[in-house]
């Protein structure tokens, strides 16, 4: 069965944006530095994306507003905006779970959790994910949009990896 992977980064501090939104902190300790490409590795196991209309916009207008970078993969956008699909971007107003477990039944690869917070939530509350796949960078925004903001339960973790570099922290963690 297709697995659901969570992969985002985020702050110190457990923020996935700043206190604006904004993600323009998404880089290691050293800007001259290169990085090792958690990213690179993680994409071959995926074909699908779900992810939030905010998320979506701020791909489309600051971090990548000449080319769509998931080009190839089926995203799936949740809006309660009336959009046009193109060839691998679906707007949908349907329940993100519901379309989960549906997409889950299936054949394909994973299927990539992309954020935002919101959608993420809701995901999590279901026990939905499995793994979760987290690159912590080293900053401290003191404030922004939380990566885990509440939760009705505990969900207990085992950490399979981890690798650094550039001062980022890559984790993987499944469930126990």
């Known amino acids: 069965m297709r697995k659901t992977t969570l992969f985002i980064a985020m702050s ?3 923020y996935i944006a700043d206190a604006k939104g904004g993600a323009d902190w998404l880089d290691g300790q050293d800007p001259d530095a290169v990085a ?3 990213y690179a590795e993680f994409i ?3 074909d699908t ?3 939030g209309w905010n998320t979506f916009d701020q791909i489309v207008r600051e ?13 799936y956008v949740f809006t309660h905006r009336t959009l046009p699909d193109s060839k691998d971007i679906h707007f949908t107003k349907e329940d993100p779970c519901t379309l989960l477990k549906r997409l889950k039944q299936g054949g394909g690869k994973d299927i990539w959790i992309c954020g935002g917070a919101r959608l993420i939530e809701g995901i999590v509350q279901e026990e939905a ?3 979760f796949w987290i690159t912590v ?3 401290l925004l003191g404030g922004g949009i939380r990566l885990f903001p509440t ?3 505990p969900q207990e973790l085992a950490l399979v990896h981890v690798r650094h570099s550039n001062g980022m922290v890559d984790l993987l963690y499944r469930k126990r």
Do not use: C
């Not at 971090?63 to 995203?75: A, F, I, M, N, R």
């Open 129 to 131: 994910i499995n793994p």
């Open 44 to 46: 071959k196991t995926a």
């Open 49 to 51: 994306v779900l992810m």
């Open 63 to 75: 971090l990548s507003p000449d080319e769509w970078p998931y080009s190839g993969l089926s995203t």
């Open 36 to 38: 090792e490409d958690f």
């Open 12 to 14: 110190l501090d457990g």
């Open 151 to 153: 939760l009705k339960a």
């Open 137 to 139: 960078i080293p900053v």
